[in-house]
């Protein structure tokens, strides 16, 4: 009979008006657990199958049938609905068909509401559904157990919502859900799989599945393969697993987490917000060779997480091609590594946490065979029981930065680093790292023997070549192992390696005597004599002198130490301070510096010793010099309070030497500080004149400061003015002194005026007698 006719309810088999919120789609009621025949879920879809209403089928469960049990199936072909195998042959989960199939013209859902379950019996080898046309929905149903995959999907536009396959009691069910050639735009919503045979969510061999979303998987006790498998040479693009948990860290048959299978190419994979923790097992596992991976985001992540549970590697071993990854915001703990042995391009590795790491093969993190264009920035390591920490490894690096991670506790029990460079290139960088190993921390294990910070064993083409790392600003603590018999930092490679500007903190093996180095526990040491940075010889400082602004020092080149070359002049420094025998804080560097130089850097430091490192015209970096431990404070300049014309006073430190210089710099005049802190030069200056003046306090001279002499004297003029000719009011060239009196100008003139007068008188008296 014909069950769909037009937009009507079907019920038992008898038709009954649509209502409005059925909308134009047919509906359809199940009302028996019978396996075939009106009323049953397998009529319903025969029905649906055959329908051709554009607006669909929807099939959902009489309220009657809820607690009455299992749809339950049995027998062979006779209660499948398909009987020939949907999967490619070859298959590792082909079948005998399916018990029900969707396949129709129109969209179909299925509400399992009200239905207690499906379970189906070992031998029928059949699939559960088969979902083989688009636009098909099933949503809420309480447990499917097929006797091979629970729902085979090769349709456009599947969800599945709210299902649960699972099969805790038997093998019968091999897979939750297989994605056949052809599936695309599936989603799967808060799936429940449990203990099938081979795998959760399975992408068939030589399939092609493209944009598929799982959101909210909870898997567990997969027993061979993986929660999500993705089998050999299929080609898969858009693929999420969000808000998903992987694995269970009480399962007895726990697996990987997502599985690569050989020659894979996946482009678009997903996995965010989830959990992987199946103890013993890979969070990604790669078998065998050729996979492709393209645009990989990895985010947010908790890999293992479980104290005594801890998973296998994070990414296991592999030697895939990835083109763009991002792995950021992860928490790997109790986990193994995170492992890269092909190609690496663009990819970024940031703000994750590593903690627990255990792995006796590979680091903690190891980038390989060839790595380009990769971050490793933000991210933290902490009780790390790895080869190393961070490795680069293979034929060669090109532009990777790792930076601003920190490294602490590294506990293997043999030569470890927290960052090694096996792979040269060109433009890498090591910087401003914190790497820290406290081997007075209780909790590490006795047996923790870390020596090298940073270790570089990458050969340039030559000596003069560079190798394609720098290594700079990072602080280190520690390391050097256990007897301090190593180096923090290691160049045991042929070629030029910039290291500068890294620090050492109070837990590093210091020293103060030249004669080490150049010694293998030294801050830096280059191994290869004449090789390694060519063994360039450091340049000292020495008659350091601290005025609370800047450090003052000689540059001077000493001998070179055995095995050391001359460092090609000019040079730079790179200047650091210690408290007292290390390096603890990157003041600069100065630039052009010839051998015998005085220079100066800005710091605020009145204690503490300087060390340098010089890197030479060529390009050579050296060893961390020595300190010179007679390093002095320079006083505070004295204070000029007054002057005169010849002479002047002040303050100072008491016993210091005054010394007064002239323009030129030549000494002119000297004085001590007294006792009460005053000093005085009553002569030997010149008036209204520039001088420079400094104390020296044991042997140590200040700063200088400038005065000028008070204005020169002054001869008295007329009116009361102070004209400098002579004669005039205040002068001393040869007029009287001033007694107080009266001004005689006046009277003088009056003087003058009689004798003028008198004269006048007598030439008249002449003319006359004549």
Wanted: hydrophobic content about 40%; some cysteine.
């Amino acid at each position: 009979m014909t069950w769909a006719v037009g937009a009507v309810t079907v019920l038992g088999g008898v038709l009954l008006p649509a209502t409005a919120a059925s909308a134009a789609e047919d509906v359809i009621t199940v009302t028996s657990l019978g396996l075939s025949g009106p009323g049953t879920l397998r009529g319903a879809l025969e029905a649906a199958n055959a329908s051709t209403n554009p607006d669909g089928v929807r099939i959902v469960f009489d309220a009657a049938l809820a607690g009455t049990g299992e749809l339950s199936l049995t027998g062979g072909s006779a209660n499948s609905m398909l009987t020939t195998d949907m999967t490619p042959p070859g298959s590792t989960w082909d079948t005998l068909g399916a018990r029900f199939l969707i396949d129709s013209e129109v969209p179909v859902s299925i509400d399992f509401t009200n239905l207690d379950g499906i379970t189906d019996i070992d031998g029928s080898f059949a699939a559960g559904i088969y979902v083989a046309s688009d636009d098909v929905s099933l949503s809420n149903l309480a447990n499917l157990r097929a006797a091979e995959s629970g729902i085979v999907i090769s349709g456009t536009g599947t969800t599945v919502t709210n299902v649960e396959l699972k099969d805790n009691e038997t093998n019968w069910q091999e897979v939750g859900v297989l994605l056949l050639d052809g599936a695309a735009d599936t989603t799967l919503t808060d799936l429940v799989i449990q203990s099938p045979l081979y795998g959760g969510i399975i992408v068939e061999h030589d399939a092609t599945v493209t944009n598929t979303v799982i959101d909210g998987l909870a898997s567990r006790g997969v027993e061979t393969y993986a929660h999500v498998f993705i089998d050999n040479d299929s080609t898969v693009t858009g693929f999420t697993v969000r808000n998903s948990v992987l694995g269970n860290p009480a399962e007895t048959s726990p697996t990987h987490g997502v599985w690569l299978d050989q020659n894979a190419t996946v482009t678009g994979l997903t996995v965010a917000d989830s959990t992987i923790q199946s103890p013993g097992k890979n969070g990604l596992f790669f078998d065998g060779a050729g996979q492709t991976l393209t645009d990989t985001s990895i985010t947010g992540t908790t890999f293992g997480g479980n104290e005594g549970k801890n998973i296998s590697r994070t990414i296991g071993n592999n030697t895939a091609d990835w083109n763009g990854l991002v792995f950021s915001g992860n928490d790997v703990s109790y986990a193994g590594s995170v492992v890269f042995g092909g190609t690496l391009t663009d990819a970024t590795f940031a703000d994750n946490s590593f903690t627990n790491i255990s792995d006796g093969v590979f680091a903690a993190l190891q980038l390989g065979d060839t790595t380009t264009n990769v971050d490793v920035t933000g991210n933290t390591f902490d009780v790390i029981w790895a080869v190393d920490t961070i490795r680069v490894q293979g034929a060669g690096a090109t532009d990777v930065v790792i930076a601003d991670n920190t490294i602490e506790n590294l506990t293997a029990d043999i030569s470890r680093s927290a960052i090694r460079i096996d792979a040269p290139g060109t433009g890498n960088i090591v910087q401003n790292n914190t790497l820290i190993q406290d081997l007075t921390d209780e909790t590490l294990p006795a047996t923790v023997d870390n020596h090298w910070a940073i270790y570089n064993s990458a050969n340039a083409a030559s000596a003069d070549a560079p190798v394609g790392w720098s290594i700079i600003g990072n602080s280190i603590d520690g390391f050097g192992g256990r007897d301090r018999s190593q180096a923090p930092i290691v160049h045991n490679a042929i070629g030029t390696l910039p290291v500068i500007g890294n620090t050492f903190g109070a837990n590093t093996r210091g020293g103060t005597d030249p004669v080490i180095e150049e010694s293998g526990f030294w801050f830096l040491w280059n191994v290869g004599d004449s090789v390694s940075n060519n063994t360039v010889q450091t340049f000292r400082p020495e008659t350091v002198r601290y005025d609370g602004a800047t450090a003052t020092f000689t540059a001077v080149q000493p001998a070179n130490l055995i095995g050391n070359n001359t460092a090609a002049a000019p040079v730079t420094l790179h200047v650091y301070w210690t408290a007292a025998d290390n390096a603890e804080e990157y003041l600069g560097e100065i630039t052009g510096v010839a051998p015998g130089a005085s220079v100066s850097i800005p710091t605020t430091h009145t204690t503490g010793f300087l060390r340098v490192q010089t890197v030479d015209a060529n390009g050579f970096t050296s060893q961390y010099s020595s300190i010179d431990e007679d390093t002095a404070v320079v006083p505070a300049a004295p204070a000029v309070t007054g002057t005169t014309p010849t002479g002047a006073t002040g303050t100072g430190t008491s016993g210091a030497t005054i010394t007064v210089r002239n323009t030129k710099g030549d000494v002119v005049a000297t004085a001590v500080v007294g006792e009460n802190g005053a000093w005085s030069l009553t002569s030997g200056l010149t008036c209204n004149t520039q001088y420079f003046v400094d104390q020296t306090v044991d042997g140590v001279e200040s700063a200088t400061i400038p005065f000028t002499t008070a204005a020169c004297p002054t001869t008295p003029g007329t009116g009361g003015g102070t004209t400098g000719g002579a004669g005039g009011k205040g002068s001393t060239g040869g007029s009287l002194a001033n007694t107080g009196g009266a001004d005689l100008t006046g009277v003088a003139l009056g003087a003058m005026a009689v004798l003028l007068l008198g004269g006048s008188m007598l030439v008249r008296a002449r003319r006359r007698r004549a």
